[in-house]
């Protein structure tokens, strides 16, 4: 039988709907700051649809850009103004960035408190340790689909390809922390099929179009595709979707799986930021 397919467009709808509602009425409206170093076509794409979500809900999006030129000094002065700004409730640094910049450093600058990618190392330990509202939004998201889609999670056997930052390590994490059992690979992992086929869920974050074949899952497997590959002006993930979607029970498609989700966590953890800053009158512990 067919995979079910997820519908992510709807899940992040809903959760979008969800926070418009919570935010009806409010005064000021929260404010997502998008700083963009130089010109990446892929930065711009996202950062629009990010923007676009924004406007749904009703969060006012601020597009700092700042060239290329800019140095790692001039970056983080820009951060710093973005940090004490009082009408800036979230700042996101669009990554990559130039090769020069040390993203770690840039990622430190941040306030923990505005850090709604869940990137800083203050949100990330609370990621790994199960606590905290902020959580990096791909992981969150896989996450919250996994779950909204009725998957028990406690017991089963996750794959985890792929360990950056951005996707890798916080949903390995996150995983053990719904009491999966989480195995994660990478590039320098061999004879990858032996593990992705003992895996109840399989989840692909490489960016190698169309590489999980179906003879590498076990019937039944739930398949999370997280890659993001343009073939032309195609979108692909890194699921060979048609026969794998044959042989798994549920399926995340590229485009319209992950993706929105994503997107949608960071709206949630937009409204978070802004509501622990503005509405739980705590300031003196955020500023
Ligand atoms: N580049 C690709 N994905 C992301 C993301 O989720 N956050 C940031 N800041 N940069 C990205």
């Known amino acids: 039988m067919a995979a079910v397919v997820v519908d992510g467009n709807k899940l992040a709808q809903e959760v979008l709907s969800e926070i418009s ?35 749904k809900v ?9 060239p290329a030129s800019f140095t790692q000094a001039q970056i983080i002065n820009k951060i710093r ?22 993203e770690n450093k840039i990622i430190e600058e941040i306030s923990p408190h505005k850090d709604v990618d869940g990137f800083h190392p203050y949100n990330f330990g609370n990621t790994a340790l199960g606590v905290g509202k902020i959580a990096p939004c791909t992981a969150a998201g896989v996450v919250y689909l996994l779950k909204k889609s009725g998957i028990k999670l406690e017991g089963k056997h996750a794959v985890v390809v792929g360990r950056s930052r951005i996707v890798g390590k ?59 590959n343009r073939e032309g002006e195609k979108l692909v993930g890194d699921v060979d979707f048609g026969p794998v979607s044959r042989k798994a029970s549920l399926i995340t498609p590229v485009p319209g799986g992950v993706g929105p989700m994503t997107r949608a966590m960071l709206i949630k953890n937009t409204f978070e930021c802004y509501r622990m800053r503005r509405m739980e009158n705590d300031s003196k512990k955020l500023s």
């Open 21 to 55: 509602a919570k935010l009806e009425g409010a005064s000021p409206k929260p404010t997502l700051a998008f700083v963009l170093v130089g010109k990446n076509h892929a930065s711009e794409i996202y950062a629009k649809k990010k923007a676009e979500d924004c406007r």
């Open 58 to 66: 009703g969060i006012n999006s601020l597009l700092v850009r700042l």
């Open 81 to 102: 103004e973005l940090n004490a700004d009082q009408n800036v409730d979230g700042i996101i640094v669009q990554l990559p960035l130039p090769p020069k910049i040390d």
């Open 170 to 228: 916080p949903l390995s994490l996150m995983l053990l922390n719904e009491n999966c059992t989480v195995t994660v690979c990478h590039s320098k992992t061999k004879g990858l099929p032996k593990y992705t086929r003992q895996a109840d869920i399989v989840c692909m974050a490489v960016g190698k179009p169309r590489m999980l074949k179906a003879s590498m899952i076990k019937k039944g497997a739930i398949v999370i595709d997280i890659g993001i």
